[in-house]
């Protein structure tokens, strides 16, 4: 919990996993505490939004987090709420870098949006550091830092040379007004619901739905128990996205996971299946049949570059029933070639190791 003042930590209301101050070693007590104005404080707001660090002073200050374990996988997420904490109102854009390597530029664009940067990346060494970079538009801030150890079977296409920044993660049909996480994730991914459209239906079971063990996604039953279909149903379900361009690369490729399960108990008669295509052509060559309440996952394992990305699920001619998905990861691939570097061989200005 970056910014908390006083010695010790306290268990998160909803999640009941343990916050820590950041004053024990991680910055080496560069920066400056602050609390968010009391106008940005909601009744329902996770008390690790309260306050956060900034760092007025350097271009380049880091957070060292140690006790890791060399080789394994790790999810590295960063969380931001600007709340007004220096009475400016001025919204600041900085980059943030894991090691020596570029992650993504953060921009906060409203003071009271709750902002989360995420990668997963291979540690090389039994320490990770996190770095926010001042690149001259304004004072870079952080309001809390969150570490979880994956399985290294886990996303493959994660390697000691590539990491995994994500874009969305969304659960279908599930709660409009809640995300799931820990502990119904016990890797404490964070699924975001997808906003309602009115050109699909939501269809769900209580029934468990589970992944195979050490299958390489394991999205959690609760996201799973929910999906969606095309509302009229000879229509496809399409998603798009446009490329972001990013400071280190202005054309990023990128990694789709889609989850799906079928959660209905379909006649001998009845056929779900369905192409999934990408700017109308296959993406996947198999054709997709969820099986009745386990998870399968169709992904890339080669980043992809497009000028435009156009996601169209589809069913095949045989098919009597129209497509469903239960999820949807999206992810851009970034270099991590140098995790390991001691990023005092960059330009550091305050960093500790
Ligand atoms: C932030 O708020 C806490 C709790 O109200 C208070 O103890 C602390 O002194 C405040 N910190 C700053 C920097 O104002
Ligand atoms: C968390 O729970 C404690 C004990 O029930 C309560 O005092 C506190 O106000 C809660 N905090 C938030 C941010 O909801
Ligand atoms: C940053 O966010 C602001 C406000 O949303 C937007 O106007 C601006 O174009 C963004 N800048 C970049 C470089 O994305
Ligand atoms: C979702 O959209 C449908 C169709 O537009 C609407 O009837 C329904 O009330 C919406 N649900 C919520 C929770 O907003
Ligand atoms: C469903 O979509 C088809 C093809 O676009 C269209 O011909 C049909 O009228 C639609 N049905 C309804 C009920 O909207
Ligand atoms: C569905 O996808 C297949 C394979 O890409 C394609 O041949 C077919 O035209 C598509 N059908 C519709 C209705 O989009
Ligand atoms: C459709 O069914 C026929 C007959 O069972 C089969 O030969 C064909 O491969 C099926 N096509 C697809 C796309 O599943
Ligand atoms: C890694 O370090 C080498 C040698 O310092 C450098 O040439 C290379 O560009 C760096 N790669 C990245 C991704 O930063």
Redesign the pocket.
């Known amino acids: 919990d970056c910014?908390l003042?006083?010695e010790t930590g306290y268990t998160e209301n909803t999640t009941k996993l343990s916050m820590a101050p950041d004053n024990g070693g991680f910055t080496d007590d560069a920066g400056?505490?602050?609390?968010i104005s009391a106008e940005y404080v909601t009744p329902l707001m996770g008390k690790s939004w309260?306050?956060l660090r900034s760092f007025a002073a350097g271009t380049r200050n880091c957070y060292t987090l140690r006790s890791i374990v060399p080789g394994l996988k790790y999810l590295v997420r960063a969380r931001f709420m600007y709340g007004n904490y220096d009475g400016l109102h001025r919204l600041p854009m900085f980059d943030l870098h894991i090691g020596v390597n570029f992650w993504r530029t953060v921009n906060i664009s409203s003071p009271f949006a709750a902002k989360f940067v995420e990668v997963i990346v291979v540690v090389p060494d039994d320490y990770v550091q996190v770095c926010l970079i001042n690149t001259g538009a304004g004072t870079p801030f952080i309001s809390g830092l969150d570490l979880r150890p994956l399985k290294k079977t886990m996303y493959p296409q994660v390697t000691a040379a590539q990491g995994l920044v994500l874009l969305t993660r969304f659960n279908f049909g599930g709660d409009e007004n809640t995300g799931i996480r820990y502990p119904d994730d016990p890797h404490d991914r964070m699924w975001f619901p997808w906003v309602n459209s009115s050109s699909w239906t939501e269809i769900s079971t209580t029934r468990r739905v589970k992944y195979e063990a050490d299958s390489p996604f394991e999205a959690p039953m609760a996201v799973m128990q929910t999906a969606i279909r095309p509302r009229n149903a000879s229509h496809n379900i399409e998603f798009d996205w446009e490329p972001q361009p990013q400071a280190n690369d202005p054309s990023p490729g990128y990694i789709i996971i889609m989850h799906f399960s079928e959660l209905q108990l379909l006649p001998s008669n009845a056929v779900r299946e369905f192409y999934i295509n990408l700017n109308g052509k296959l993406l996947n060559r198999d054709v997709m049949r969820p099986p009745y309440l386990y998870g399968q996952a169709s992904y890339n394992t080669f980043a992809i570059r497009k000028s435009y990305y156009i996601v169209s699920l589809n069913a095949t001619a045989n098919s009597t029933l129209p497509p469903i998905i239960n999820a949807l990861e999206l992810f851009s691939v970034i270099p991590t070639t140098n995790l390991s570097t001691n990023s005092q061989d960059g330009m550091c200005a305050v960093c500790t190791l």
């Not at 400056?32 to 609390?35: E, I, K, V, Y």
């Open positions: 910014g003042q006083g400056t505490c602050h609390n309260f306050n």
